[in-house]
């Protein structure tokens, strides 16, 4: 008798909580300011594509007509960049750095700003040793479609953050 006491009591418990409103960490705040589109990138652009697969993978819309949009994502690129981290004995670079960045910012379409512009990036390492030709520029090539990924994880992650 003790247990079918003890499910009753969780099972209320699950129900006001649920009926207070309470909701999770990691709550949608993009998503209130949705359907979003994206300026300052060509819409053929790696990031651009990336960018827009990674929202409608978060549930979040987008448009391609500003006019329709209830938020402007405005990314200004930063570039990329290729360090030299390691040099071997016979002066050869051996371990590269590889820097992507990008400006990004979120405002309405009429102009006013949401969250401001926040410079999100990301660096991988990548070692060449013993990589040759086709197979090392493949690797490389590998390693920034990856970067491209973490890197619109990143600016959803920053502008969700923000609009808290």
Known sequence: MRIPARGFILLLLATLLAGCGFQLRNSDALARHAPVTITG???????????????????????????????VMKIRDLGESQRVITVDSRGKATEYLFIRKVAVSLSTPDGRQLVSEHEVGVRRNWIEVGKT????????????????VELS????????????
């Open 41 to 71: 990138l060509d819409r053929y652009e790696p990031l651009h594509a990336r960018l827009q697969n990674t929202l409608n993978a978060a549930g979040i819309p987008f448009v391609q007509d500003e006019t329709l949009a209830k938020s």
């Open 153 to 164: 994880m990143s600016i959803l992650r920053v502008l969700d953050y923000s609009l808290r």
């Open 133 to 148: 030709g086709l197979a090392a520029r493949r690797e490389a090539s590998y390693l920034r479609v990856e970067m491209l």
